[in-house]
């Protein structure tokens, strides 16, 4: 069985109070990918294991900033996969640099994320919101 993935874009109705926490939260889930990437980048081996990862900069991150746990994970699975990509591409002998995120978007699963069929529960930096497709 072939598991196939789609990124859909809804538009959520969310208050403004919501969409401020949305917004931070965005702001911190970047912030935490990059300095995942940033701590990796300090090595001429670049560390892609997640668990390698995880050990040099989860506390850090955590105490940084206000993400839930398991967007801490995301970022941190998110910020892995990047630069095991340049890794693989520098093994080819192409040209690649230093991951960067500023797409202000978020990888929620479904520990930060519960779908239900008029709306979504989304875990933010400071309470989870629901938000109307």
């Known amino acids: 069985m072939v598991e196939i993935r789609r990124t859909v874009v809804v538009k959520l109705d969310v208050t403004d109070s919501d969409a401020v926490l949305l917004h931070e939260t965005i ?3 970047l912030w935490a990918c990059n ?3 940033d701590d990796a980048w300090q090595d001429d081996y670049k560390p892609t294991s997640k668990t390698k990862l995880h050990d040099r ?9 206000h993400l839930q746990a398991n ?3 995301s970022a941190r699975n998110k910020a892995a996969e990047a630069i095991k990509g340049v890794v693989e591409r520098w093994k ?6 230093k991951p960067h995120f500023s797409t202000p978007s978020i990888r929620y699963d479904k520990r930060s994320a ?3 069929d008029d709306h979504v529960s989304l875990s933010t930096v400071d309470e989870r919101i629901n938000a109307e497709y």
């Open 27 to 29: 702001d911190e889930y």
């Open 35 to 37: 300095y995942v990437v």
């Open 57 to 65: 900069t989860y506390a850090d991150v955590r105490e940084e900033t």
């Open 71 to 73: 967007l801490v994970q």
């Open 92 to 97: 080819q002998g192409k040209q690649a640099s």
């Open 114 to 116: 519960t779908f239900h």
